[in-house]
């Protein structure tokens, strides 16, 4: 019995390996963050290093992304990382989610829950192993990016609507 199920396994670790994924590599950037917002290089450099794995349509995929299921789940975090923030698709989104956009890069940076320790475990990434300055550029950055779309728009077209209440 034990023979079979490890057959098994190993059948449908073999045969997973051949199930098309598809990949985060559109590289669009018709609505970029970096079009209409001042991005100095080191702060694209962290950036990239950093963040844009996850948070962007360009996603630069290791070596081991080629084994499944870890594929399968880096593609599945790529894309829920994608659906928080996407740096590509920024520009896209209304100016008061921009704006919370920002917010939420100034939180979970100085938090330090992004970028997230999974993605440097092992020794891996180590471009995105911030240390305590690069956080600071960061969050000084993204706090500078909120001030200037307060100097340059209505305050009410900045603040998110509540949400209503959920219904009981």
């Not at 073999?14 to 018709?30: A, H, L, R, Y």
């Not at 794995?53 to 630069?60: A, E, F, G, L, R």
């Not at 829950?113 to 999974?118: C, D, K, R, T, V």
Request: charged share 20%; net charge negative.
């Amino acid at each position: 019995m034990i023979k079979k199920i490890t057959l098994a396994v190993v059948v449908l670790l073999v045969g997973i390996q051949f199930v098309p994924m598809e990949k985060n590599e559109s590289g669009t950037t018709d609505f970029a963050m970096s079009n209409d917002y001042q991005v100095p290089d080191h702060v694209a450099t962290l950036l990239q290093g950093a963040c844009n794995d996850c948070h962007s349509n360009s996603t630069t995929y290791p070596w081991y992304s080629k084994i499944q299921p870890v594929g399968f789940w880096l593609n599945h975090h790529t894309n829920d990382g994608k659906g928080h923030l996407n740096f590509s698709e920024f520009t896209s989104l209304p100016l008061r989610v921009q704006n919370h956009k920002f917010e939420e890069v100034v939180e979970m940076v100085e938090n330090g829950e992004m970028p997230l320790h999974s993605y440097t475990y092992f020794g891996l990434h180590p471009e995105a192993n911030l240390s305590a300055e690069d956080r600071q550029v960061l969050v000084d950055w993204a706090k500078e990016q909120m001030a200037m779309l307060a100097a340059t728009y209505p305050a009410d077209s900045l603040k998110m609507k509540p949400r209503p209440a959920p219904a009981e």
